[in-house]
């Protein structure tokens, strides 16, 4: 398996402009998580969903975030109008069911994208 | 979920066991400990969890004490490849999969 496959690694924009990271998850996987890293902040927890359905959207900072699952194959953080306080790193994760995992009872194994690096101007 | 303490940061000498403790003294009795890590420019990556036994696999060691108040990741033979931070958390299980990571702890190998 390729693992979790993020797009793009790296976008560079200018405030008020439209951005849209993507992410694959890792075939299989029920649960998706968007995080997004900064030094003040660590990491955040955004969003995430459990088959396709958002499940806890607490973390979402405000209306200019939103994010999809259109398939379990396919999601979507858009960020409309970006602000230079949105740069960051955005990270997406997936997960198995527990009983799944392979790594016995409790684990809840997130496996990370590579992130994306975004720099709004 | 239960708050973890952890150093902010430690150093270790190549080819010796890192010993990275974390405070949990408010773990209840169906929450697990997970570590992950984070090696710089990377997304985090699962090393290893446990109840309340000691655990063991390819990456490291989990000992969790009896009143399980606190655990130690212990990294037999840390190479430079191990610097990174490395998070500890508290959280019960099949609580749908949600994580928090705290601050974690700067682990940096030195040759």
């Known amino acids: 398996d390729a693992g979790v496959i993020q797009s793009p690694r790296h976008e560079v924009t200018e405030m008020g402009q439209e951005v849209t990271l993507r992410c694959k998850p890792i075939s299989g996987h029920d649960y998706l998580f968007w995080y997004r890293q900064t030094m003040m902040r660590g990491l955040e927890l955004l969003i995430y969903f459990n088959n396709n359905v958002p499940i806890d959207d607490s973390g979402m900072p405000e209306d200019r975030f939103s994010a999809k699952m259109p398939n379990a194959s396919f999601s979507t953080l858009k960020i409309q109008p970006s602000e230079p306080r949105d740069s960051a790193v955005y990270f997406c994760?997936?997960?198995?069911?527990?009983?799944?995992?392979?790594?016995?009872?409790?684990?809840?194994?997130?496996?990370f994208g590579a992130g994306s690096r975004l720099t709004v101007l | 979920d239960a708050k973890t303490t952890q150093p902010t940061s430690m150093d270790c000498a190549e080819g010796r066991a890192a010993n990275l403790p974390c405070n949990h003294s408010t773990i209840s009795g169906n929450e697990y400990v997970y570590w992950y890590r984070q090696i710089h420019s990377q997304g985090p990556q699962y090393i290893i969890h446990g109840l309340k036994n000691n655990e063991t696999n390819e990456m490291a060691s989990l000992i969790i004490t009896e009143d399980r108040k606190s655990s130690t990741l212990i990294l037999p033979h840390a190479t430079l490849r191990d610097t990174a931070v490395y998070y500890c958390i508290v959280r019960v299980a099949d609580s749908w999969g949600k994580l928090q990571f705290g601050a974690g702890t700067q682990v940096v190998v030195t040759p």
């Open positions: 994760a997936s997960s198995p069911p527990d009983r799944t995992s392979g790594k016995g009872p409790g684990a809840n194994v997130l496996t």
